[in-house]
Structure formats: structure tokens, C-alpha cells
């Protein structure tokens, strides 16, 4: 492989650019290489913006670059990632792994046969606070994790009505698989990765499919309740099969405080950690010298965890050494989770959850 990692990127919208601009800031010898949309609009800014070849086929670019960042919609994920696992390239695909389980699975077992590794793009694992509290799970300070409280909450944050994303047939879901997918990764995360035994949950369209809804700004247009055919809010419990427990509540739209809040229970100590403001506390009680209580807040650092992200990602391409973090198979689980979430809901009923 070259020093210089070549990059080209799938799906040149919004998180393409953001991704570009991490890109560009790295400590690392990198290059936006090339970029593929079925848009000739995106393809043109997109050449613009970083002097890069521009291509309407992503097979065009494959002998070109050394690794594929997949940012395409959904729906999409499958065939832009197994098309660059089977021409032998390294891929980071952004979350979810893809719209519908069934997907999900096909990249899996491509993943499994290809000679180059798929990365997920869960960045919030690498913010600072949350290996700060892995370290200490990793330690034993927390002893047994036994429960966990996930959020990711807006209060009015529908996404643009009628963009791909509130669209099911394109999407695969609302909330749940798009902030929804953040929290359950990083509830498993923090629990180390049980296996998961069973799900309950509801999901809602109570504010996206009304036309009066009230807002303040929204990310996109809005093009009314008609384009609105997805998720915006849900609330489940999840079992794993070592006896941790999961409670989830994602919004887009609801009538409460926005929150990325996570508490973690732990018979050694506890934590709540705040993605929003990137802080982290513990929570310890102790016998020295007479009983009391410790409530310890913990200063870290800011780096961005999507710049980090794409810096492992960048390593792991030219080292040829797939990441251990942020793998298919855990991709896979919380794409399990979610569709177990979706039928619960359907049906009334806890979903038994098959690994």
C-alpha cells in the first residue's frame, strides 16, 4: 500500500463533508481520493470542494483507492460495502450497518469472507468520557454492570419530513435506527457486549405525522406529515443473557428535556455519563474510616470522536490489522436489537432475540 492512506467516499451529502473535514485534519498521511453519487449536483460540489475525481459507479474508483467510507442512506449500505469488501477494500460504513436485519446479515457474511475488514461508525465509543469509563470497567472498579439507562432524547428534532431519513422504505426506521442506534450501541458497549436474550419495547408516531407540528428549527425542509412515515420516539427494556438489563428512551419529538444521558449500575460503583456535555461521575460508597458516600466528577478531554474514529480507521488500513472495536458482528447485535424492538411493538409482546 502507498504511505499516503486513499480514501474515496460512497454517498457525498451532509456526513460526507463532515468526514472530509475530519479527514483533512488528521495527524496522519491521507487523501480524499475520489467520489461516487448517483447526484451530479453532489459530484460537482464534491469535486470542488477537495480536488478529487468524481464518479456516478463506485466500481470506477475501486483501483484507486485503498479503503471506502460508505455514507450513502440506509437502504444503500449493503450494496456499496459488499461491493468494496468483494474488490478486496477496507470499509467504514456509517450507522446503522444497514436498514433491515435481513441486510444487515448479508453484509455480515460478506464481511466474514473478504480479505479486507468493515468498521461501523458507532463514534461515540471514542469520546473521551466513555473509554475513561470503559478503563474503569476494564479495572474493576465498577464491578458487575447490572443495568443500564440509555437516552438520546430531543425534544422537537424530527429530521427534515420527507428526506430520506423519515422515509421507511429508504431509512428501514425513525428514531430508533437513527439516535435510537446510537444509544443501544453504547448501552452494549458499556455492559462489554452480552449476548442478548430478550427485548420489549414500543415505538410511536405521535408528532412527525402531525401537520401542526410545532418547532422551532429543523435540520432540512419540511415538507409536511405526508412525507413522514417512520418511528419518532420509543421505549424498551432489554435483557442479556449474563442478567444485564438495558432501558432505552429515544425521541425525536417529545414533550420533556433533550438528554444523551446514560446511568450506569455497578455493585462497585456507579456513573452517569453525559454525551451532551461530555462529562462523567461516579458514584462510590465506602467504609474508610466511617461509612459515607464519594460523588467523583472526572475532567477529560474534548478531542472529536468522529475525528478519532476515522484516525483508528486510518491506522488499522495501513497497519492491515482489522480494528477490535467497532466490528460487523457488533453492528449486527444492535441491528438485532432494534428489529426485535420493532416486532415487540407490532406485536404487543416481549421478542426473543437469536444470536
Known amino acids: ?38 447526484d451530479p449536483d453532489a459530484r460537482r460540489q464534491f469535486a470542488d ?21 460508505v455514507t450513502t442512506p440506509n437502504r444503500y449500505h449493503e450494496q456499496y460495502v459488499v461491493a468494496a469488501l468483494e474488490a478486496g477494500l477496507d470499509v467504514l460504513v456509517e450507522k446503522p450497518l444497514a436498514h433491515t436485519l435481513e441486510s444487515a446479515e448479508r453484509i455480515a457474511a460478506a464481511a466474514k469472507a473478504a480479505d479486507g ?10 469520546a473521551e468520557p466513555v473509554q475513561t469509563l470503559v478503563g474503569y470497567r476494564d479495572a474493576g472498579d465498577m464491578g458487575e454492570v447490572s443495568h443500564i439507562e440509555a ?27 437513527d439516535i435510537g442506534a446510537h444509544a443501544i ?18 415505538t410511536r408516531s405521535q408528532f412527525g405525522v402531525d401537520e401542526e407540528y410545532a418547532y422551532v428549527e429543523m435540520w432540512g425542509e419540511d415538507h409536511g406529515a405526508d412525507e413522514f412515515s417512520v418511528d419518532d ?16 428512551e429515544v425521541a425525536w419529538a417529545t414533550n420533556r428535556p433533550d438528554s444523551q444521558e446514560y446511568y450506569v449500575r455497578g455493585t462497585g460503583a456507579g456513573a452517569r455519563l453525559d454525551l451532551a456535555d461530555q462529562s462523567l461521575t461516579l458514584f462510590e460508597t465506602a467504609d474508610t474510616g466511617r461509612m459515607h458516600h464519594r460523588t467523583t466528577d472526572i475532567e477529560t478531554g474534548r478531542s472529536d470522536p468522529q475525528r478519532n474514529e476515522q484516525a483508528r480507521f486510518v491506522s488499522a488500513v495501513r497497519e492491515g490489522t482489522p480494528p477490535s472495536t467497532n466490528t460487523v458482528e457488533q453492528a449486527l447485535r444492535v441491528q438485532r436489537v432494534m428489529d426485535a424492538i420493532y416486532r415487540s411493538s407490532e406485536t404487543g409482546a416481549a421478542v426473543s432475540v437469536g444470536e
Not at 7 to 21: E, F, K, P, T, W
Not at 27 to 36: M, R
Request: aromatic letters at 8%; one cysteine or more.
Open 49 to 69: 470542494a477537495y480536488d478529487a475525481p468524481v464518479y456516478e459507479e463506485a466500481s470506477a474508483m475501486f483501483g484507486s483507492v485503498d479503503a471506502v467510507l
Open 117 to 126: 475488514f468493515c468498521m461501523v461508525g458507532f463514534h461515540n465509543r471514542f
Open 233 to 248: 420516539s420509543t421505549s424498551a427494556f432489554v435483557r442479556c443473557g449474563d442478567g444485564t438489563t438495558i432501558s432505552l
Open 151 to 177: 437516552n438520546y432524547i430531543r425534544r422537537r428534532g424530527v429530521p427534515g419530513r420527507g428526506s430520506w431519513f423519515t422515509r421507511s422504505d429508504v431509512a428501514g426506521g425513525g428514531s430508533l435506527i
Open 185 to 202: 450501541d453504547l448501552a452494549l458497549h458499556i455492559a462489554d457486549h452480552p449476548n442478548v436474550r430478550e427485548v420489549s419495547g414500543d
Open 1 to 38: 500500500m502507498t504511505e499516503t492512506v486513499r480514501i474515496g467516499i460512497v454517498g457525498l451529502g451532509n456526513i460526507a463533508h463532515i468526514h472530509c473535514s475530519n479527514l483533512q485534519q488528521l495527524d496522519q498521511p491521507v487523501s480524499i481520493a475520489a467520489g461516487v453519487d448517483v
